[in-house]
């Protein structure tokens, strides 16, 4: 069944807060967009949700609308810019960050209603190793570690890796580095977090590029707006764009993996077809 669409589904994670796990999952979402895709961003920092602060959005319902009852996943999703649509978290909500599995597995779930509106969803993890951070990037096809060049950020990266690895078999992750004051300490973080992991675990790294420390980012962010749409010639913006581009050309996932994912059922219909 050719006709069965295929959702790429790519989880932009990390470990440590402040690498700007969120500045690379909304830019990179926009500039996928740019490219024809079909792109749905999901806030997945389901507790403390700042997608909707950081692009100046307003809000008629949350995830935690979703999760209760009160609304459809379609109702929740939010017209962004550059055609991106986005699912907002809740913000103030503790118990949102300690959902029960089967709570998980129902967002997860819910998000097969609109698998034929859409091509790419990144989704925007919490910061930690967290069960809604687990359930998350294994319910993704790809886990995007962000990483920056501080000790505590190649930590805390391997620390989650560690997680994935030893507990649900993960052995394959895409590392972005951001902030990155050239392409050679793009290169050099990526090396040395790969040293450490060949050192004490059997996982591929796989180098997803770099994207460069530009003040453009940071006015952007003050103004409510994302450095790919407010600042499009940016040395950041283009860095974006690359990345897209070889976003793109990762295969898609064709067969189920065995535990709760998105859009299963889409890839349960192509193995049957």
Not at 215 to 233: G, K, T
Request: hydrophobic share 45%.
């Amino acid at each position: 069944m050719d006709d069965v669409n295929t959702v790429q589904v790519i989880a932009v994670t990390g470990g440590k807060g402040g690498v700007g796990k969120t500045t690379v999952a909304v830019n990179l979402s926009l500039a996928l967009a740019k490219l024809g895709r079909r792109v749905v961003l999901l806030d997945g920092d389901l507790g403390l949700g700042n997608i909707d602060v950081l692009l100046g959005l307003s809000l008629k319902y949350t995830l935690a609308d979703l999760i209760d009852g009160r609304c459809e996943l379609s109702e929740v999703l939010l017209g962004g810019p550059g055609g991106v649509r986005i699912v907002p978290a809740a913000s103030g909500f503790p118990n949102m960050a300690h959902l029960s599995p089967a709570q998980h597995a129902g967002l997860i779930q819910a998000f097969s209603e609109i698998s034929d509106s859409l091509d790419v969803l990144v989704i925007d993890t919490a910061a930690g190793i967290g069960s809604s951070v687990v359930s998350l990037v294994r319910a993704a096809q790809e886990a995007l570690l962000v990483v920056c060049d501080e000790p505590t950020s190649i930590t805390d990266a391997y620390a989650l890796i560690k997680l994935l690895n030893r507990d649900y078999g993960m052995d394959r992750f895409r590392i972005l580095v951001n902030m990155a004051h050239n392409s050679q300490e793009g290169r050099a973080l990526f090396v040395k977090l790969t040293k450490i992991t060949d050192h004490f675990l059997d996982i591929a790294l796989q180098y997803a590029g770099a994207v460069p420390y530009d003040e453009c980012a940071r006015r952007a962010a003050q103004s409510q707006r994302a450095v790919y749409e407010y600042y499009p010639r940016s040395k950041c913006a283009q860095a974006f764009h690359n990345i897209a581009v070889k976003v793109s050309t990762w295969p898609l996932a064709t067969i189920p993996r065995g535990h709760i994912e998105f859009f299963v059922e889409q890839l349960v219909k192509k193995t049957r077809g």
